[in-house]
């Protein structure tokens, strides 16, 4: 167990639709990233948040947005939805700083049909 | 920016055999390079990682090395067995803003 909490583990939406994941970090962590990972490839960053604050952005979509509350948790939401949409989303989280490990959680799997 | 290239995208190896992975990276400013190893649906998990003042490290049957000179650092797993098929991926940590940049992967397969 990481300690990386993600919400739900498995969803199932219809194209056009809107869904929003979760996250929880570990204790103590104050950043979190959120990586998209399709059938069989590599993992993909999608954006950094670090106490509350937007501090890497990679490849997302206009169509996606993420957000870190005060608590520190984060969500991520998907809007539009296309089938291509349809992967593994993962969250990490780590204290922010260089040189320390990222830990990821268990991941939500979303289809998209 | 930081890119990171990783080297095969597939090895297959004989169970009791080594492998070894290379990853090659840009930025001569990075300084912390994690292994990561990801079983079929699951999570990837740290395996093993290395800082830049560091040219070796072990931890029982796997070892990092990496070569500042040259930018490029290796993941080497010993006598190898049926568990260790995953996809590993290597990443390096990136200048001020701390990103981890990763490589494509590894399929790892164990023949037995």
């Known amino acids: 167990d990481s300690g990386v909490t993600q919400t739900p583990k498995h969803l199932i939406t219809a194209t056009g639709q809107r869904v929003t994941l979760r996250c929880s970090p570990r204790?103590?962590?104050?950043?979190v990233y959120w990586y998209q990972q399709s059938l069989d490839q590599g993992l993909q960053f999608l954006i950094q948040y670090y106490n509350g604050e937007e501090r890497a952005k990679g490849n997302i979509l206009e169509r996606f947005s993420a957000q870190q509350f005060p608590d520190l948790h984060s969500e991520l939401n998907l809007s539009s939805l296309e089938l291509g949409d349809s992967a593994l989303y993962f969250c990490?989280?780590?204290?922010?700083?260089?040189?320390?490990?990222?830990?990821f959680g268990e991941g939500s799997w979303l289809t998209v049909v | 920016g930081e890119n990171v290239e990783q080297h095969p995208s597939t090895l297959s190896v004989q169970e009791g055999d080594s492998a070894v992975i290379k990853c090659t990276y840009s930025d001569s400013a990075s300084n912390y390079f994690p292994w990561y190893k990801q079983e079929l649906g699951k999570r990837p998990q740290l395996i093993i990682d290395i800082r830049s003042n560091v040219g070796e490290k072990k931890d029982q049957r796997i070892a990092v090395t990496l070569n500042k000179t040259a930018k490029h650092f290796s993941l080497h797993i010993t006598e190898t067995q049926p568990e260790d098929s995953a996809v590993y991926f290597c990443?390096?940590?990136?200048?001020?803003?701390?990103?981890?940049?990763w490589g494509a992967g590894t399929k790892l397969i164990i023949k037995p």
């Open positions: 204790s103590g962590d104050l950043s």
């Open positions: 990490a989280s780590s204290d922010g700083n260089s040189g320390n490990t990222i830990y």
């Open positions: 990443a390096a940590s990136q200048g001020s803003n701390y990103q981890l940049i």
